[in-house]
């Protein structure tokens, strides 16, 4: 997720609508659904975007093989 930013110094260029950014943060979750933003530096964005990426893939390989086991013991129940 990437942001743009308001400084609240006076007479900065943000004030009149040309907002600093932008600005990568990381959204990780917390107990209770609450989410918290983590800035990520410049240098570490595209490491940081492979590991998400690598995070939805293995997210996605371990849905795939609860959904497997989830069958398996259904298939158990009925016999």
Same mark, same amino acid.
């Given at each position: ?27 990780? $979750? !917390?107990?209770? &659904? /609450? ?11 595209? =490491?940081? +975007? ?5 995070? $939805? !893939?293995?997210? &996605? /390989? ?11 013991? =259904?298939? +158990?129940?009925?016999?």
């Amino acid at each position: 997720m990437s942001q743009r930013r308001r400084c609240g110094k006076e007479g900065c260029r943000c004030q009149q609508g040309e907002l600093h950014g932008p600005y990568v943060y990381l959204a990780v $979750g !917390r107990a209770a &659904g /609450a989410r918290r933003l983590l800035y990520v530096p410049t240098e570490l964005v595209a =490491a940081v +975007r492979r590991h998400v990426a690598r995070t $939805g !893939r293995i997210d &996605g /390989a371990l849905a795939e093989i609860s959904a497997i086991n989830l069958e398996l013991v =259904a298939r +158990r129940a009925l016999d």
